[in-house]
Antibody, heavy 126, light 111 residues
Framework: QVQLQESGPGLVKPSQTLSLTCTVS??????????WSWIRQPPGKGLEWIGY???????YYNPSLKSRVTISVDTSKNQFSLKLSSVTAADTAVYYC??????????????????WGQGTLVTVSS | QSALTQPASVSGSPGQSITISCTGT?????????VSWYQQHPGKAPKLMIY???KRPSGVSNRFSGSKSGNTASLTISGLQAEDEADYYC???????????FGGGTKLTVL
């Protein structure tokens, strides 16, 4: 049974870069059947998709965040990572990693997100 | 403002049925059969309840069902139980520029 676990600093200063890592256990990130995703949820608000990556390194990003987001993968460690630059208080959120089942790899089309990590709260504050 | 529109709240009594709607456009909900629904209890991660509009993952109660008509998807919960009280989010594939969009979430209260 695949499990995902987020890790990284819980506090980031404004204008700096937020960095998180998701460690996958119980399955290989290189299996080729999935995209590996980041999703966030500001306190008391809804979910927002940030982006996903295929094990080969192909990435797909939310257009509204694309200029500030980088998602990378380290298959040797069975991990993938998120970097969000130039953060502001509006980036304060619980950040989740999740596995996405895709139906058409070449278009970046996905079907659903499952499973999810437990989430990690990142606060942007000086 | 979320890309998909859900009612902010719905409520029902134990044993009753409720339906949560999720309205999008022909570029997302109406254009693809890749709508999924997630249940989120306070302080917990979302849990997949329905995928591909109407399919249930193994282990999810058959009291949960999904459907779609045009640009609106729906989640129906029958035989409401206290444990169903949670937030529910819809999600859809939205094409090769936008990819994934979520609804704003619906808070279900079991009276």
């Amino acid at each position: 049974q695949v499990q995902l676990q987020e890790s990284g600093p819980g506090l980031v200063k404004p204008s700096q870069t937020l960095s998180l890592t998701c460690t996958v256990s119980g399955g290989s990130i290189s299996s080729g059947d999935y995209y590996w995703s980041w999703i966030r949820q500001p306190p008391g608000k809804g979910l927002e998709w940030i982006g996903y990556i295929y094990y080969s390194g192909s990435t797909y990003y939310n257009p509204s965040l694309k200029s500030r987001v980088t998602i990378s993968v380290d298959t040797s460690k069975n991990q993938f990572s998120l970097k969000l630059s130039s953060v502001t208080a509006a980036d304060t959120a619980v950040y989740y990693c999740a596995r996405a089942t895709y139906y058409d790899f070449w278009s970046g089309a996905f079907e659903w997100f499952d499973p999810w990590g437990q989430g990690t709260l990142v606060t942007v504050s000086s | 403002q979320s890309a998909l529109t859900q009612p902010a709240s719905v409520s029902g009594s134990p044993g009753q049925s409720i339906t949560i709607s999720c309205t999008g456009t022909s570029s997302d909900v109406g254009g693809y059969n890749y709508v999924s629904w997630y249940q989120q209890h306070p302080g917990k991660a979302p849990k997949l309840m329905i995928y591909d509009v109407s399919k249930r993952p193994s282990g999810v109660s058959n009291r949960f069902s999904g459907s779609k008509s045009g640009n609106t998807a729906s989640l129906t919960i029958s035989g409401l139980q206290a444990e169903d009280e949670a937030d529910y989010y819809c999600c859809s594939y939205a094409g090769s520029s936008t990819f994934a969009v979520f609804g704003g979430g619906t808070k279900l209260t079991v009276l």
